[in-house]
């Protein structure tokens, strides 16, 4: 009776697709488990009774995005009490991929609203607050104080946080173009008081451009992390941010510098669909947002270390991107690492006339060295990310891979906006690297 009105409910396409879903579900049990035990809430249950009594650092994450910062600090044994994020894609993907927290506790909404009501949503104290807040005014010819500045208000809220919380160690990450107003923002964490238990804090804080490549991550991906420490924790360890960074840069000593090849290594070749409005089908030779990984059991070094050794019977969000005419071709007959200024597609490139302002339109990936960074722009066209060896463009799983997310992250929502997670994410590897480093300070 309940399929019988199921039946009546949707159309006769979805339920005919749901069938097909359920009897794959039950001929593949035992491999399913590993992805529907995320959606199943009493396993879901199970794990967040355990995770409420693990004795670990404790962490919010603002602007959290897809989760990239906030799971490298889990790997690195941290337990997050609350992630916010205004966009619900981003919050949805959270909330699959970190099935040990309650579900309530990944907040989709404006911070200024969970800033105004921290009580309500905090009640732990706090040790390390993360996030990487949007600055939109940071230009050096701006005569207006960058925490003063409109466009900066989520930036100002975040920093509000920071004194309601009063955490011992602040982790901020923002692009390279803020290096300008960065003296700024390190001022004003030093005018932040914050009182928690009658007693009142003051923080240091300094900046330092990093690499994610040195952090073992195969793409070079530099952003500008700020680090804060309360001064109480600076006085019991004698520290300044400084010996943070040190501490950070000689861990990388110890790492490996991985290239793209390794990160396209083990995953099924694709070729572009040549018809438009294809992304969200499934289809064996285009890809799919789910499919069994024909190389399960097949790895190398660098897929090793972003799946921490786990066997991946699926593989998620590994679908090629459509490719008009005129595209592949370009695809073809560029060499890796050539742009739009190689005599190869002469005559083919759009705006012909000014290619050199458009160079980096397109670009063929090189294999043999770390990946160019990878952006949310990727979302738009992605042909600044062209596969090198295949007659395409990256997948949002090669995007991930080379973010360092596992294979296993899986990124919900749209095709397009996969990407957009996964440009804005803070490399997995990259976050786990810094959260070990500021660890043992916390103890």
């Known amino acids: 009776d309940e399929i019988y009105l199921l039946q009546q409910s949707i159309s006769s396409n979805i339920f005919?697709?749901?069938?097909?879903?359920?009897?794959?579900?039950?001929?593949?049990?035992?491999?399913?488990?590993?992805?529907?035990?995320?959606?199943?809430?009493?396993?879901?249950?199970?794990?967040?009774?355990?995770?409420?009594?693990?004795?670990?650092?404790?962490?919010?994450?603002?602007?959290?995005?897809?989760?990239?910062?906030?799971?490298?600090?889990?790997?690195?044994?941290?337990?997050i009490l609350l992630s916010n994020d205004i966009q619900n894609v981003c919050c949805e993907t959270y909330r699959y991929n970190h099935p040990e927290m309650d579900e309530k506790l990944v907040v989709n909404g404006d911070i200024k609203e969970i800033v105004n009501n921290i009580d309500k949503y905090i009640h732990d104290d706090v040790d390390v607050v993360i996030g990487g807040p949007p600055c939109q005014g940071f230009s050096s010819a701006n005569q207006q104080r960058v925490i003063d500045d409109q466009r900066n208000k989520l930036y100002k809220y975040y920093i509000e946080a920071v004194q309601k919380l009063a955490p011992k160690i602040v982790v901020m990450e923002n692009v390279r173009g803020m290096l300008s107003?960065?003296?700024?923002?390190?001022?004003?964490?030093?005018?932040?008081?914050?009182?928690?238990?009658?007693?009142?804090?003051?923080?240091?804080?300094?900046?330092?451009?990093?690499?994610?490549?040195?952090?073992?991550?195969?793409?070079?991906?530099?952003?500008?992390?700020?680090?804060?420490?309360?001064?109480?924790?600076?006085?019991?360890?004698?520290?300044?941010?400084?010996?943070?960074?040190?501490?950070?840069?000689?861990?990388?000593?110890?790492?490996?510098?991985?290239?793209?090849?390794?990160?396209?290594?083990?995953?099924?070749p694709l070729v572009s669909p040549r018809v438009k409005n294809r992304t969200e089908i499934d289809d064996e030779h285009t890809g799919k947002k789910i499919d069994i990984n024909a190389y399960e059991g097949y790895s190398n070094l660098y897929l090793d270390s972003i799946n921490e050794g786990r066997d991946m019977p699926f593989v998620f969000n590994h679908k090629a991107r459509?490719?008009?005419?005129?595209?592949?071709?370009?695809?073809?007959?560029?060499?890796?690492?050539?742009?739009?200024?190689?005599?190869?597609?002469?005559?083919?490139?759009?705006?012909?006339r000014r290619r050199n302002i458009f160079k980096d339109k397109y670009y063929k990936l090189i294999a043999d060295r770390p990946c160019r960074t990878i952006t949310a722009h990727l979302?738009?066209?992605?042909?600044?990310?062209?596969?090198?060896?295949?007659?395409?463009?990256?997948?949002?799983?090669?995007?991930?891979?080379?973010?360092?997310?596992?294979?296993?992250?899986?990124?919900?929502?749209?095709?397009?906006?996969t990407y957009m997670q996964i440009g804005n994410a803070v490399p997995v590897l990259m976050a786990k690297q810094i959260a070990e480093s500021i660890r043992i300070y916390l103890l």
């Open 16 to 79: 005919s697709h749901l069938l097909e879903c359920v009897l794959f579900a039950i001929n593949h049990e035992n491999e399913m488990h590993k992805v529907l035990f995320k959606l199943r809430e009493k396993d879901r249950a199970v794990l967040r009774e355990k995770e409420k009594k693990r004795k670990a650092p404790t962490l919010v994450d603002f602007f959290c995005g897809a989760g990239g910062l906030s799971y490298g600090f889990k790997r690195a044994g941290y337990k």
């Open 181 to 268: 107003v960065a003296d700024q923002v390190v001022e004003d964490y030093g005018r932040i008081t914050a009182i928690k238990d009658g007693r009142t804090y003051h923080y240091t804080a300094s900046y330092k451009l990093l690499d994610s490549q040195y952090f073992g991550v195969a793409q070079s991906r530099v952003r500008l992390i700020y680090i804060a420490i309360r001064d109480d924790i600076a006085n019991k360890h004698n520290i300044i941010p400084e010996n943070i960074y040190n501490a950070i840069e000689e861990s990388c000593r110890r790492n490996t510098i991985h290239n793209l090849c390794e990160a396209l290594d083990c995953i099924k």
């Open 322 to 352: 459509y490719a008009s005419d005129a595209n592949y071709e370009i695809f073809r007959r560029l060499e890796q690492g050539e742009d739009g200024t190689s005599p190869n597609i002469e005559g083919l490139m759009p705006y012909e």
């Open 379 to 417: 979302r738009m066209d992605c042909l600044s990310h062209i596969h090198p060896y295949q007659i395409r463009t990256i997948t949002p799983r090669e995007a991930a891979r080379i973010q360092s997310f596992p294979d296993d992250y899986f990124f919900l929502g749209a095709y397009l906006k």
